[in-house]
């Protein structure tokens, strides 16, 4: 496999004489949060965790993108958490762009390079340290795990994207691909945090319309995206949140790769809302 490039954000401020306005856009349907507005006075910090910040790109909203949080972490050497999640339902996925990041899972020590990828299941023991000498940076997906009767909670496991052969999309001769780092069939996960990768020239053919919530932070490259009737130019850095039924399809111009790191929530019902659900018993 050819050796990957991922886009990391370093903070910092533009000077007084950069044009203000960039390609942030916040709709109903989605937003786009462009690599330029990720400076230093945007980031968050978190309880038991040292020489850390972090960029929040998506958390729950009502009435907009509802089932997660994502993060870019920034860890300092010497820094990290032995108490990084304090939600014991929460679930985590995972992964480094650049540096290397020490994951102790269940007392086991993992070495963590770019590419490196984690799901971490909901109560579990872990703890992460940058033992480097430079920053190390990556992303945190959280979700509340959907428990259902008679299906076990997956465990937890450690991999690279390097060590999993992309599959390409059905009737693409190679230009749409898919990393998964999960079997789609397997009922156990309630989420997918996969890479997407298109060759130059690649498409989506459609505007796909459908129930999933979608976190997409391009890693590298750059496309014109369509998004519920608007064209928006992508590119690395940049990262996109999308509602339910928001249409989208796009067209990757290159002319290198386009690739992204992919969130989507699935294998669930629907939660439906208690105070209108129907609980009368047959007349």
């Not at 898919?178 to 079997?183: A, G």
């Amino acid at each position: 496999m050819a050796e990957r490039s991922y886009y990391a954000p370093k903070g910092g401020l533009p000077g007084q004489t950069q044009m203000t306005a960039d390609r942030a856009i916040f709709t109903e349907a989605y937003a786009v949060i462009p690599k330029g507005v990720m400076r230093d006075i945007v980031t968050s910090f978190l309880p038991f965790w040292d020489k850390t910040r972090l960029w929040v790109l998506a958390r729950p909203l009502s009435g907009f993108a509802e089932t997660f949080s994502q993060y870019i972490m920034e860890v300092a050497p010497g820094g990290g958490s032995d108490r990084p999640e304090e939600d014991e339902g929460a679930e985590a996925v995972l992964f480094v762009v650049e540096g290397e990041l020490t994951l102790t899972l269940a007392g086991e020590k993992h070495i963590m390079q770019p590419g490196g990828y984690a799901f971490i299941p909901p109560a579990s023991d872990w703890q992460v340290r940058n033992d480097g000498d430079s920053e190390v940076r990556f992303h945190w997906i959280r979700k509340a795990y959907e428990h259902v009767d008679g299906i076990e909670v997956p465990e937890a496991f450690v991999t690279n994207e390097k060590d999993i052969e992309p599959a390409a999309m059905p009737d693409t001769n190679g230009a749409w691909a898919t990393t998964r780092f999960v079997e789609a069939t397997d009922l156990r996960h309630d989420m997918h945090v996969t890479i997407v990768t298109f060759q130059p020239g690649g498409v989506i053919p459609f505007d796909e319309t459908h129930i999933m919530e979608h976190g997409l932070y391009v890693l590298e490259g750059k496309a014109v995206y369509h998004l519920n009737q608007d064209w928006v130019e992508v590119e690395a850095g940049d990262f996109m949140w999308l509602r339910a039924f928001c249409p989208q399809a796009c067209y990757a111009g290159g002319p290198g790769p386009f690739r992204y790191l992919l969130y989507k929530d699935v294998n669930r019902h629907p939660k439906l809302n208690a105070s209108t659900a129907y609980r009368g018993t047959a007349r």
